[in-house]
């Protein structure tokens, strides 16, 4: 059974930091490229960052460059995102979700998906 589970999202100020994990069940991470997207109320969901199976290869959002990082940890099945000097309109729920290699963000190339984590970024 294919799964990922985000977690790490909650309350944070503006300017503070937070770590997604997105761990995966069912199948080998290390497979597959895995990126990040949110989606905010009212608003399309959209790309926020790529990586590739090992790690090599980085894509961000110009909205996130400089402020939030992906890694990976094949060997833990988990996929991070950590966010940085975090603005109100990063508020959103963000979605890991498994794919293939392309050097962009393009949610088409994904065919599993997350639940999502709450991340809200507040005064």
């Known amino acids: 059974q294919v799964q990922l589970v985000e977690s790490g999202g909650g309350l944070v100020q503006p300017g503070g930091s937070l770590r997604l994990s997105c761990a995966a069940s069912g199948f080998s991470l290390g497979y597959y490229a895995i990126g990040w997207f949110r989606q905010a109320p009212g608003k399309e969901r959209e790309g926020v960052s790529c990586i590739s199976r090992t790690g090599g290869s980085l894509v961000y959002a110009n909205s996130v460059k400089g402020r939030f990082t992906i890694s990976r940890d094949n060997a833990k099945n988990t996929v991070y995102l950590r966010m940085s000097s975090l603005r109100p309109e990063d508020t959103a729920v963000y979605y890991c979700?498994?794919?293939?290699?392309?050097?962009?963000?393009?949610?088409?190339?994904?065919?599993?998906w997350g639940q999502g984590t709450q991340v809200t970024v507040s005064s």
């Open positions: 979700a498994r794919g293939t290699w392309t050097g962009t963000l393009r949610p088409g190339d994904y065919d599993s």
